[in-house]
């Protein structure tokens, strides 16, 4: 949207300010916003290509998978704290995750979350409801951290019950416990 507007010039778009929030069926303010850079719905974008003929919503194949590393780009490491790999669980960073990481023990699969609390705390529902969809396993690792709880279905722990830990089977029963 924002390439749009500066395309077309923000004084230009600004002139229009009455025009264009009845065609698109929107108010001024969301044209304002429009212009600062903020996304729009698909309706109100092909609105707007057939309003000004041009091509403004780009199709994406959901179903086509591209490796992010292909272009030379380092792979993210394996190993992210609290060492998942000390206890032989193989662990895989992620982006664009509610999770922070997959860790793989034999034939069971756990999302995971490491950090601060405040960080932690914030996702660990949703990963606990993703790891109930995915039929997974939730483990969420806060730092400094003394207790242990659960929020749904993910064990929430601190550093050192997870440093107390042996083996993957430990990490799997406490939390199936």
């Known amino acids: 949207m924002v390439a749009f507007f500066e395309r077309c010039g923000k004084n230009h778009v600004c002139h229009w300010g009455g025009i264009l929030p009845p065609l698109w069926g929107v108010s001024r303010r969301t044209i304002s916003k429009y212009e600062s850079g903020m996304g729009t719905t698909l309706d109100i974008a092909c609105r707007m290509e057939e309003i000004f003929d041009a091509a403004l919503v780009e199709a994406i194949d959901l179903f ?7 272009d030379g780009t380092e792979e993210p490491s394996k190993e992210h704290s609290p060492g998942f790999s000390r206890i032989g669980v193989e662990y895989f960073s992620t982006r664009n ?3 922070e990481g997959l860790a793989f023990y034999g034939d ?3 999302l995971t979350c490491y950090g601060p609390a405040q960080k932690v705390m914030r996702r660990a529902a949703l990963i606990a409801n993703l790891s109930n ?8 690792v806060i730092k400094g951290y003394n207790k242990q709880k659960r ?4 064990l929430i722990i601190g550093e050192s019950t997870f440093a107390s830990l042996e083996s993957g089977s430990d ?7």
């Open 171 to 177: 990490l799997i029963h406490l939390i199936d416990d």
């Open 97 to 99: 995750a509610p999770f």
């Open 151 to 154: 929020i749904g279905i993910a």
């Open 64 to 70: 086509s998978h591209s490796n992010p590393f292909e």
């Open 133 to 140: 969809i995915t039929n997974s396993r939730a483990v969420c």
């Open 108 to 110: 069971d699969t756990i």
